[in-house]
């Protein structure tokens, strides 16, 4: 299967919506979510608000780079960092299952959005 720029687009898309959804569950039922990621609850909820919109903020800084000059460095750049937070975080303390793997999903995320864009810009050429 050749990969292009409709299927990177998809990519993006996906990862953007990932990051939606995440944004949303902070946001709309962060009390859920923190139970549901392990932690008995939250207090202040504010925090929780925070990362809700981090994630919406980074939603549309993944889909604003690359409509405008089909760049994917922020997606790869905030992925990386979060990688090295989450699973740092992790091995200084012990954390709930949710932070080590949403380290390990966001460093996969971080790599296939790599290898799609540099498979991508080599047809090009």
């Known amino acids: 299967m050749r990969i292009t720029e409709n299927h ?3 990519l993006i ?13 902070f946001l709309l039922a962060p009390h859920w979510t923190m139970r549901f990621a392990g932690w008995r ?3 202040p909820v504010f925090f929780a608000y925070q990362a809700g919109i981090f994630h919406l903020v980074l939603a549309a ?4 780079e690359y409509r405008q000059y089909r760049g994917v460095s922020i997606v790869i750049t905030a992925k990386t960092i979060a990688l090295v937070f989450l699973i740092t ?10 932070v080590w793997t949403s380290g390990i999903l966001d460093g996969l995320m971080a790599v296939v959005v ?5 498979t991508v810009a080599g047809e090009k050429v």
């Open 61 to 64: 800084a993944y889909l604003l």
């Open 13 to 25: 898309f996906l990862v953007a919506l990932h990051s939606i959804i995440v944004g949303g569950m």
């Open 41 to 43: 609850s939250i207090d």
């Open 89 to 98: 975080a992790t091995v200084i303390d012990p954390i709930p299952w949710a």
């Open 114 to 118: 790599w290898w799609v864009h540099r």
């Open 8 to 10: 990177e687009r998809l």
